[in-house]
């Protein structure tokens, strides 16, 4: 298995709510029908931790951490 990337790890981490790994790929299956063509980076993410949760089995995503970890200086923190 592929391991997700720091920035997919982090998607994965607010469409998952705690649920399941099928609960989180329905989360992102929902939320990828609402991305506009013009936002080719986030369906780009999307597709690639889509596709990583589906080549994963549950056991393998209950081990995952995911804790958010955002890098303070990609976001604007007090504004």
């Not at 790929?25 to 506009?36: G, H, K, P, S, W």
């Amino acid at each position: 298995m592929t391991e997700l990337t720091f920035e997919e790890r982090n998607l994965v981490c607010i469409y998952s709510g705690g649920g399941t790994r099928l609960e989180t790929i329905a989360a992102l299956e929902d939320m990828r029908r609402y991305l506009d063509p013009d936002e080719a980076e986030l369906l780009a993410l999307t597709d690639s931790a889509l596709d990583k949760l589906r080549g994963m089995d549950d056991t393998a995503f209950a081990g995952l951490d995911l804790i958010p970890d955002f890098d303070p200086e990609d976001a604007a923190y007090g504004e």
